[in-house]
């Protein structure tokens, strides 16, 4: 599941790599200098939001959430954590347990790591918990849900559209939509799985913005438009859009009609081939 550089009548650009891990919610990529890790939609603090909001009560898997990702690091060795936005769960801020799971979480990470945070629509005042927390000490940059570029990959979180220098770069990352797959077997059981989306963005639903005017490959012919990679959930208990399931509504406002040829893939890295016919 590499993406292609894109290419122009005037040449050809450099690859840019965004690699997932094999069998992880979770992709590398190279940012200019850097290397990065990439995560989306970790919901901290998702069970204490269970129990107020639907009266479920669901024991927290904070520890097992951190651990996972503290051996991601590991595995990868980053010099940069990028989470596409829903950090958090709760809309404004953090309280109770889901502060002291971001704390914890924090003060886990290696000194040297910088940590780049979407803002997504469950993240509410992060940047100010982020700026008084006496327990976060990690070089941490919250950037608006319309999302920024590093390096050749534009990061957004999904729920709104995503700002001019994201789309312009090889390729974009976002989350927010939580995609999974409904998959059948021949005796009628069915089970789902989390899942990538990619193809490349469709410039229909992006053309008639004025934000977007002058954005080369959506005025040029010659030139393709950039990678889309939709990267499924890291918290494995929040669901999401099951995307080869007819009447189901996807959440972000350009999709699914700005992804063009996408695909679904599973965590293992199995190709299923177009998302809606799976």
Not at 15 to 39: D, H, N, Q
Not at 72 to 77: A, Q
Not at 204 to 213: G, T, V, W
Request: glycine letters at 12%; one cysteine or more.
């Amino acid at each position: 599941m590499r993406d292609d550089p894109r290419r122009t009548a005037a040449g050809s650009a450099s690859p840019t790599r965004v690699e997932p891990v094999p069998g992880e919610p979770a992709a590398t990529a190279a940012l200019g200098s850097e290397r990065a890790l990439l995560v989306a939609d970790y919901h901290a603090g998702y069970e204490s939001g269970l129990r107020y909001e639907r009266g479920v009560d669901v024991p927290s898997r904070a520890p097992d959430r951190r651990e996972r990702l503290a051996a991601l690091l590991e595995r990868t060795d980053p010099d940069r954590l990028v989470v596409l936005g829903d950090l958090m769960h709760s809309i404004g801020d953090p309280g109770g347990a889901e502060r002291g799971e971001l704390e914890v979480l924090f003060e886990s990470f290696a000194s040297d790591l910088a940590v780049t945070v979407v803002k997504g629509n469950h993240d509410g005042r992060i940047e100010t918990w982020l700026a008084e927390s006496g327990a976060v000490e990690a070089t941490v940059d919250v950037v608006p849900g319309g999302g920024v570029a590093l390096g050749d990959v534009g990061i957004c979180h999904g729920h709104t559209w995503p700002s001019r220098a994201a789309l312009e770069t090889d390729v974009l990352c976002l989350g927010h939509e939580h995609p999974c797959v409904r998959l059948e077997d021949a005796v009628g059981g069915s089970r789902i799985e989390r899942a990538w989306l990619r193809g490349r963005l469709d410039p229909a639903p992006f053309r008639d913005r004025p934000e977007y005017e002058g954005v080369s490959w959506l005025e040029r012919a010659d030139e393709s438009p950039p990678a889309a990679i939709v990267v499924p959930a890291f918290n494995d208990l929040v669901g999401g859009t099951w995307s080869n399931v007819s009447g189901q509504s996807f959440l972000s406002p350009f999709l699914p009609s700005g992804l063009a040829d996408g695909e679904a893939y599973l965590l293992d890295g199995t190709r299923l081939g177009p998302y809606e016919f799976v």
